[in-house]
Structure formats: C-alpha cells, structure tokens
C-alpha cells in the first residue's frame, strides 16, 4: 500500500502560478505511475495529467496542455504538478492518485488504486 499527502494548494490570481506536491510512503514509489486528478463542485472527477515510473512518460488533459507540467522525484518519492497561467475554470480539489505498475497512464479514475485528501486551487479574478 502506498500513502498519499498533498500539499501546495491555495488562493492565486487568474493568470498565476502554483505547484502542487504529493508526497507517498509505504511502499515502493517507483512501482506506481502517478496521475494528478481534480473535481470542481457539481462535477466529476477529471484527469488532469500522469506520469509513468521514470518519468519518461507523461500524458496531459487538453484542457492543461501547455500550462501545466507534471514531475517526479523517485528518490524524495514525491510527484509534482506545476501549473502556470492559470484560469477561473482550474478551481477545484485537486487529488493525486497511485496506480500499481510502471508504464500504463490510465485517464480514468478507476484505473487508480490509492489515493490522497486532496488540495483546494482557487484561482479568482
């Protein structure tokens, strides 16, 4: 099992930035790909971007492409997620996810097997 803890959220400016961090312990983080994953209120939750165990790998919601940047950080098991120029429509919880085995970015939330609390982003006017 693997436990997950984000932090970084808060309050930004349309057109800012912010940087999210996940950290995970229990197990072997290099054995997850990893996936950022957020829910505004009244919606489902979306994928927003993942990145395979080595981090060659990373795949992206259009709706961040160019904006937001995924990282990892297997000998400080963390993963991060970098996300610039920020929009109204970016507020949400945002939650990251752990999904067992190395390659395969699922882009739906089933594909996911462990889960954080999750961080609120606010991006105001």
């Known amino acids: 099992q693997v436990q997950l803890v984000e932090s970084g959220g808060g309050l930004v400016q349309a057109g800012g930035s912010l940087r999210l961090s996940c950290a995970a312990s229990?197990?072997?983080?290099?054995?997850?790909?990893m996936a950022w994953f957020r829910q505004a209120p009244g919606k489902e939750r979306d994928f927003v971007a993942g990145?395979?165990?080595?981090?060659?790998?990373?795949n992206y919601a259009d709706s961040v492409k160019g904006r937001f940047t995924i990282s990892r950080d297997n000998a400080k098991d963390t993963v991060h997620l970098q996300m610039n120029s920020l929009k109204l429509e970016d507020t949400a919880v945002y939650y990251c996810?752990?999904?067992?085995?190395?390659?395969?970015?699922?882009?739906?939330?089933?594909?996911?097997?462990?889960w954080g609390q999750g961080t609120q982003v606010t991006v105001s006017s």
């Open positions: 990145i395979s165990w080595n981090g060659a790998s990373t």
């Open positions: 996810a752990a999904r067992s085995g190395k390659y395969y970015i699922g882009r739906d939330s089933p594909a996911y097997d462990y």
């Open positions: 229990g197990s072997s983080f290099s054995n997850y790909v």
